[in-house]
């Protein structure tokens, strides 16, 4: 493995850190919620800012994958959700969205996948939070990405969940092995069928971000009215959050910083598509891409979420899953 697929790697994963960070203190917000409080969000408006279950989930399903790699079944997935979330003493369970907690109630019902993905948020894009390692993994094989993140989320999601997670892992492996915003974009929506909310999604998405201008409010506005339901309550619904993920990253022609803080600035479930735009855009340019300040306020997870993630990096997890010889890095 080469140095600049290894920075792309860190870039993918601390993109996602960094954007789950950046839009966990606007999750659930509307825009002019964000702007009364805050302006605009140009950074972190916390002092000590952290992520939140989406890159805890992240880790997880790295590790999994770094442990098993293309031979990865549902029976795999299965028992580490039992070994490290299921069959632990819960405690405080904050910050899990409602994908999660079916589930956990399904696993510890005694139900095996896919019975335990039957749940009401089956939709939720519980799945594309922690999709970002598989395209990290399968480089410039997006179909092989997208392969590997469905049996993962078999245990937790069907349907359009599925799609969310498909969509973000194969526009991964598109971003690390080179392609531009328009590859990343193509590889995603091949990874998806034409005819789902999720397609649909991210096609009104990216051709509202085509045509929007660059003023940041009005951009931001054009995404978001293409693709959000009005009204609906569920912010976690994952064909819209990966669609205004998508809309953000093309918007911004896939440049790191503007990607992520307008995913921040449209507001609804923030941090998730802050996230995928941060991994998207760090897969694409690499971490060298992201502001230094914001990569050194990512650290070692809290286990706010999950306790057995407490104390995981991030960066750990890049490097688990690209290993390369040290003497190919730069001086």
């Known amino acids: 493995m080469d140095w600049t697929a290894c920075d792309r790697a860190r870039g993918a994963l601390l993109g996602l850190a960094v954007g789950d960070a950046l839009g966990a203190p606007a999750e659930n917000m509307r825009p002019s919620e964000i702007r009364r409080r805050w302006g605009r969000i140009e950074g972190f408006v916390t002092d000590n800012p952290a992520g939140t279950d989406d890159t805890e989930y992240a880790i997880f399903s790295g590790l999994l994958l ?3 790699g293309s031979a990865l079944t549902v029976a795999h997935v299965e028992k580490a959700w039992h070994h490290w979330i299921a069959d632990l003493d819960e405690g405080p369970f904050r910050g899990a969205g409602f994908s999660e907690r079916g589930t956990l109630e399904n696993l510890r019902r005694g139900l095996a996948a896919p019975i335990t993905a039957q749940h009401r948020h089956a939709w939720s894009d519980g799945l594309a939070i922690r999709a970002a390692p598989f395209g990290v993994f399968a480089a410039g094989s997006p179909r092989e990405a997208a392969r590997l ?11 359009e969940g599925i799609y969310g997670g498909q969509a973000v892992a194969a526009g991964v492996a598109a971003a690390m092995a080179g392609a531009g915003p328009a590859g990343v974009i193509g590889a995603a929506l091949s990874a998806v069928p034409l005819d789902s909310w999720t397609s649909r999604s991210m096609r ?17 506005r054009t995404v978001r009215s293409a693709v959000v339901v009005g009204g609906y309550p569920w912010t976690d619904l994952a064909p819209e959050a990966v669609g205004l993920a998508f809309g953000a990253f093309a918007a911004a022609r896939g440049d790191f910083r503007t990607s992520v803080l307008t995913a921040v600035n449209m507001g609804r479930d923030a941090d998730t598509t802050a996230a995928v735009a941060g991994a998207l855009a760090g897969a694409m340019s690499g971490a060298t891409a992201i502001p230094p300040d914001w990569a050194a306020a990512i650290g070692p997870v809290r286990g706010s979420c999950l306790p057995s993630m407490r104390g995981y990096h991030v960066l750990d997890i890049a490097d688990l899953l690209t290993p390369y010889d040290d003497t190919e890095a730069p001086s």
Do not use: F, K, N, Y
């Not at 993140?149 to 349907?159: E, K, Q, R």
């Not at 009104?204 to 931001?220: C, H, K, N, Q, S």
């Open 66 to 68: 770094a442990r098993h």
């Open 149 to 159: 993140v469905a049996v993962d989320g078999c245990v937790s999601h069907d349907g």
């Open 204 to 220: 009104r998405a990216v051709v509202a971000a085509e045509r929007a201008g660059t003023d940041p409010l009005g951009r931001e």
